[in-house]
């Protein structure tokens, strides 16, 4: 295939009668044609040749290719609110696809992030022509990921997609030039201030540069206030409404990684085909990062795809090809997890996620500061620190997609681990490799002298030179009686990594990981409201009655 037909700014017409636009592109040819839909709020234009995939590809390949611009954005018509209307316009759309000239009324979604989205908003309205979908970086519920995480706010994320968001609603709303420019300005010297300033203005639950822009947020601050509406992008309990096959492509360290896991596992719980392919990725690389580098760290050029196929495109249309353009089904078409085990960085092929074999095992934390599998003596044991919201620990990598001025991935922690508010606990050199392939969880036995603060962990592998870099975190807020202990679980999300023979394992507890997570003030206001900073004093036991520890999904040999 060596030439296409397009068409720009496609009527769609919405049930309300809202008009949206989409640009199709068409092999040459009598067809009938597979189509591919991407819906997307970044501009149907932009998203020709993307991390997620090449529409040229598919075109070659014998697809129509339709982009639309979701409601209220680009050239579609409509009310601009994340998330609120992807359901019904996905279902509309798609049935409007298998209509249009060269269709075999075969249709497939696919896209990223926010467009991953769309196409399980579509799915779980389960319109008749939709055949298979390929969501990639995505989440399964906005309350661990996309709002907020662990009860916390996920700030970073929030502030700086919205701001960007805002500055391409101006000029299709803006009333005069004047007001369109002074509206591109203060919202560009937000953006530009973010790390230094936009981030640190309060109440965090306000957000007071997203309340200047006078745009919705990506959906945080609206949670808040409108506790239903973090239903709309929510897919977590809707699987038994999804018909139809998925395709999950995940980073480990994107934003959204334990979100594509969880609709995986969704989708294989209810009985649906589905396949889960997880990288090195962050969640703007999604494979394609050249020479397969994240964060400086070299995962290798075999880490930009799994075995032999050449792209993630390529990975996609051989998905498609099956469900879409009905060629005969291979192994990529069964259930199955495509795993990166970073360490050895190698990709290996499991039957599931998670792995029956993994064996869950806890290492403790002991006063000295030392991190084992041998359980804490008897007697009060308690390691003490202070945490000041006004100097919260910085964001250092991890699983974040935020201002440009913080990178994700895996970042060395020293700046992190000389703060007298951040505890550390350290293992001995190991004996042997060993891989940590699974969910990791920790089990803080905490105190506060206030009504509300968080608990922060964070795994860490140390070479031997000492240098020390994360691997997954996590955090809890809680609301507590001031003095009182409580065992408080922390979710660090899921992994896959081979920590080498003399390295050592390093867990961190501490209160803050800003601007990432809005800082929890220590006074029990709600985040909407609360502007009076406190000081806390933290209390951590590490003693056989209240033991501390990190549990490890371990694949013994």
């Not at 639950?205 to 973090?230: C, H, K, M, N, V």
């Not at 000492?466 to 999300?493: F, K, M, P």
Request: glycine share 10%; charged share 20%.
């Amino acid at each position: 295939m060596n030439s296409a037909r397009i068409e720009f700014d496609v009527p769609v017409p919405m049930r309300d009668g809202v008009i949206l636009r989409a640009d199709i592109y068409r092999p040459t040819g009598d067809g009938p044609w597979p189509v591919l839909v991407i819906r997307t709020p970044y501009g149907k234009s932009a998203s020709l040749n993307t991390t997620v995939l090449d529409a040229y590809k598919a075109v070659r390949r014998g697809y129509i290719v339709v982009q639309q611009d979701t409601r209220g954005t680009g050239e579609s018509e409509g009310e601009w609110l994340p998330f609120a209307y992807e359901r019904t316009d996905g279902y509309d759309t798609i049935e409007w696809a298998a209509t249009i000239e060269g269709s075999s009324g075969k249709i497939g979604m696919f896209g990223g992030s926010y467009t991953g989205s769309t196409q399980w908003a579509a799915a779980v309205m389960n319109p008749p022509h939709l055949a298979a979908i390929a969501p990639q970086i995505t989440w399964s519920t906005p309350d661990n990921g996309l709002y907020y995480r662990g009860g916390a706010l996920e700030y970073g994320l929030n502030v700086w997609w919205s701001l960007l968001q805002s500055m391409g609603q101006y000029p299709k709303n803006a009333t005069s030039m004047d007001e369109l420019f002074t509206k591109l300005n203060t919202t560009m010297q937000d953006y530009d201030r973010l790390a230094e300033a936009t981030y640190w203005e309060l109440p965090s639950g306000a957000a007071p540069a997203l309340a200047r822009t006078g745009q919705p947020d990506i959906g945080t601050q609206r949670g808040l206030r409108e506790p239903d509406s973090i239903d709309n992008p929510r897919v977590a309990g809707r699987y038994g409404d999804v018909t139809v096959p998925s395709l999950n492509i995940a980073g480990w360290f994107d934003v959204f990684s334990q979100g594509t896991i969880d609709n995986y596992i969704g989708a294989r719980e209810a009985g649906l085909t589905s396949r889960l392919i997880i990288g090195p990725w962050d969640h703007l690389s999604g494979g394609t990062t050249t020479p397969g580098h994240v964060a400086g760290i070299n995962y290798g050029l075999s880490s930009l795809v799994p075995g032999s196929n050449e792209s993630l495109t390529s990975v996609q249309l051989d998905w498609n090809d099956h469900y879409l353009a009905g060629k005969p089904a291979g192994p990529e078409h069964e259930s199955g997890v495509d795993i990166f085990v970073m360490g050895i960085n190698q990709w290996r092929h499991e039957a599931q996620w998670p792995l029956e074999r993994a064996v869950p095992t806890p290492f403790y934390l002991h006063p000295d500061g030392t991190l084992s599998t041998t359980k804490p003596a008897e007697g009060e044991s308690v390691s003490n620190y202070d945490y000041d919201p006004a100097d919260p620990v910085p964001t250092t990598g991890g699983a974040i997609v935020m201002a440009s001025s913080f990178s994700s991935g895996q970042l060395d922690q020293a700046a992190v681990e000389a703060r007298n508010d951040v505890l550390v606990f350290t293992s001995e050199p190991l004996s042997e490799d060993l891989e940590i392939t699974g969910r990791v969880t920790a089990s803080i036995f905490a105190a506060t002298d206030g009504p509300s603060t968080d608990w922060v962990v964070r795994l860490c592998d140390v070479d031997e030179q000492g240098r020390s870099l994360n691997v997954v975190d996590g955090i809890q807020r809680v609301h507590t009686e001031a003095g009182r202990v409580d065992e408080t679980e922390v979710d660090l999300w899921s992994t896959s990594i081979v920590i080498a023979a003399g390295h050592r394992l390093r867990v961190h507890v501490t209160s803050s990981n800003f601007p990432r997570w809005d800082r929890n003030l220590n006074n029990g206001e709600a985040p909407e409201t609360a502007t009076k900073i406190r000081v806390a004093q933290q209390s951590v036991h590490h003693d056989l009655q209240r033991p501390s520890h990190i549990t490890l999904p371990l694949i013994l040999s």
